[in-house]
């Protein structure tokens, strides 16, 4: 299955890339996982929704109807590694789903224009992380994800 991982701002973060490129090595032959980057919102005499809307824009017009987006999100729901494991395993069957496309939003966010537009609204925590952070960790969700799917010991109970 092709996944994508959309986000708001510069390229990878360098200090974190060796986690990112680790992970998708492990995943190699399993998924084919790239990374695209939308520029961010010039902040200049901008509000916050203006900000959110113009990124969030930027996205929305880049969707098909053949993807299946997940928002990381605050205000998403928040899955143990066997329910997000469930989620990828159940997504990756559909008929009409040729990817799946994580976006991660920038500073402000996402506009409620770019939710409803999206298939699941995803947590990683309550907590908020470092946006260069992110990625990583997603790949070792999606890695673990895989594992719990296939049996492997990677993951433990």
Known sequence: MKIEVWQIGKKKDKQFEPIESEYIKRLKGVHQISFRFFKEAQHKNMSSLQIKKQESEAMISQFSNTDFKIL????????????????????????????????????????????QKTNFQLSLSKMTFAHKMVPALLMEQIYRAHTIKIGHQYHKE
Do not use: M, W
Not at 107 to 113: K, L, M, V
């Open 72 to 115: 990381l999100d605050e205000h998403g729901s928040q899955l143990t590694s066997l329910k997000f494991s469930k989620l990828l395993s159940e997504t990756e069957v559909k008929p009409n789903i040729q990817k799946i496309i994580f976006c991660i939003g920038g500073a402000y966010g996402f506009s409620d224009e770019i939710r």
